[in-house]
C-alpha cells in the first residue's frame, strides 16, 4: 500500500489504519446489498465462520453457523434466493481493535410469501491483519424475522428500532466510555437502581427488541421503548420480576462515545423455571457530558419467547 501521502498527524493517521480495517467489510456490503455472489476468497480467511443468531435452527430462518469461505457463499446464495432487498441503510460502525461492529437498517421482500420487513441488524466482524474477514456473527430480531416467511399474520413487519438521531459517532469523547458503562451495569446488578439512573441523561431510552406485551404477539414482558426515569424503573420491573440472572460473560468493544457489549447470558424464567441462554449484543451511546443516551439490546429473541411460552409453535 502506497502510504507516501499520508500524513504524520496522529488523527489522519488513525483513519487512515481505520479505513484500512474496514475495506474488505465494505466490499462484502456492496455484493450483499447488491445481492451478488460474494468474492469470499477476496473477502474471508479460509477458516472463516459466519453465525446467524439462533439457537432454534429448525425455526429461525438461516440461523446456525457456517464455517468456510464455501459455506458462507452458499448461506447468502440462499439468503438472496429468499430475500429481495428494496432498500439497505448504512447506520453507523465502530472500530475497536481487529474488531468491527456494523449497524445497518433493511427493507426487503420475501417473495415467498409476498411480505415485506424493515428491520435491524448488526453485524460483529472480525478482521486479520491483512483486513480479512475470520468471523462475524449477525445479531437481530430472531423472532420478528420468522414473520415475513409466515403465510398468516401481517403483510409488512417492522421491529423496534434505535433512535436515528443517536446513529453519529463522536470519536473525539473526552471520557471512558467504557468504564461508565460498566459502571451502570455494576449499580444495576448490585441494586444500586439511584446511581444507576443518575448516569443517564434525562431523555435516556431503552430500545429493546421482541415481541413485547403491546404487540400483535405478546410473548415477552419486556422488549419495547422506554423513555426516561419512569421508563427504566418499568423496564426494570418488567425483566427483573419475571426473569433470574444465573450466568453472564461479557466484553465491551469502544469507540468514542460508543459502547458495543457482546453478552451469553443464562436466564430463568421465575413463573415455569425454564432457562434460555442467548448470545446478545448490548448498545450504549453516550452525550457530550457522558450520560447515557440510549441502551439497545439485540437478543435471540426466539430464545427466550420460547421459554416464557413453553408450548409455543410457531
Given amino acids: 500500500m502506497d502510504l507516501r501521502n499520508v500524513s504524520r498527524d496522529d488523527a489522519t493517521w488513525s483513519d487512515h489504519l481505520r479505513a484500512r480495517k474496514l475495506t474488505k467489510i465494505w466490499k462484502f456490503y456492496e455484493h450483499f446489498k447488491k445481492q451478488e455472489a460474494l468474492p469470499v476468497d477476496e473477502l474471508f480467511t479460509d477458516y472463516a465462520v459466519w453465525v446467524m443468531n439462533g439457537r432454534w435452527t429448525d425455526h429461525v430462518p438461516f440461523a446456525g453457523t457456517y464455517q468456510g469461505a464455501r459455506a458462507i457463499a452458499g448461506l447468502f446464495e440462499a439468503y438472496h434466493q429468499a430475500v429481495e432487498i428494496i432498500e439497505f441503510e448504512h447506520e453507523y ?16 421482500k420475501a417473495p415467498a410469501t409476498g411480505k415485506t420487513f424493515d428491520m435491524e441488524f448488526f453485524d460483529h466482524f472480525k478482521v486479520d491483519e ?42 473525539n469523547a473526552r471520557y471512558d466510555t467504557a468504564r461508565r458503562v460498566w459502571q451502570i451495569y455494576e449499580d444495576f446488578y448490585a441494586g444500586r437502581l439511584a446511581e444507576a439512573k443518575a448516569a443517564m441523561n434525562p431523555g435516556f431510552e431503552v430500545s429493546y427488541k421482541g415481541p413485547g406485551l403491546e404487540t400483535e404477539h405478546p410473548l415477552i414482558p ?57 448470545y446478545t449484543l448490548n448498545n450504549w451511546i453516550l452525550d457530550e457530558e457522558g450520560k447515557a443516551l440510549e441502551m439497545m439490546c439485540s437478543p435471540d429473541t426466539y430464545e427466550i419467547a420460547r421459554a416464557y411460552n413453553p408450548d409455543l409453535e410457531f
Fill in 130 to 171: 491483512i483486513g480479512k474477514i475470520f468471523f462475524c456473527r449477525r445479531y437481530y430480531d430472531t423472532f420478528t424475522f420468522t414473520l415475513p416467511f409466515k403465510e398468516e399474520g401481517p403483510a409488512h413487519i417492522v421491529d423496534v428500532k434505535t433512535n436515528r438521531k443517536n446513529h453519529e459517532i463522536n470519536r
Fill in 222 to 278: 419486556y422488549p419495547g421503548k422506554y423513555h426516561g426515569d419512569s421508563g427504566v424503573d418499568r423496564f426494570m420491573i418488567n425483566l427483573g420480576t419475571t426473569a433470574t440472572m444465573e450466568y453472564i460473560d461479557r466484553y465491551f468493544l469502544v469507540e468514542g462515545n460508543i459502547v458495543e457489549i457482546i453478552f451469553y447470558e443464562d436466564w430463568t424464567v421465575i413463573e415455569n423455571g425454564r432457562m434460555y441462554s442467548v
Fill in 93 to 108: 460502525e465502530i472500530v475497536d481493535g481487529c474488531e468491527i461492529v456494523v449497524h445497518f437498517n433493511l427493507v426487503a
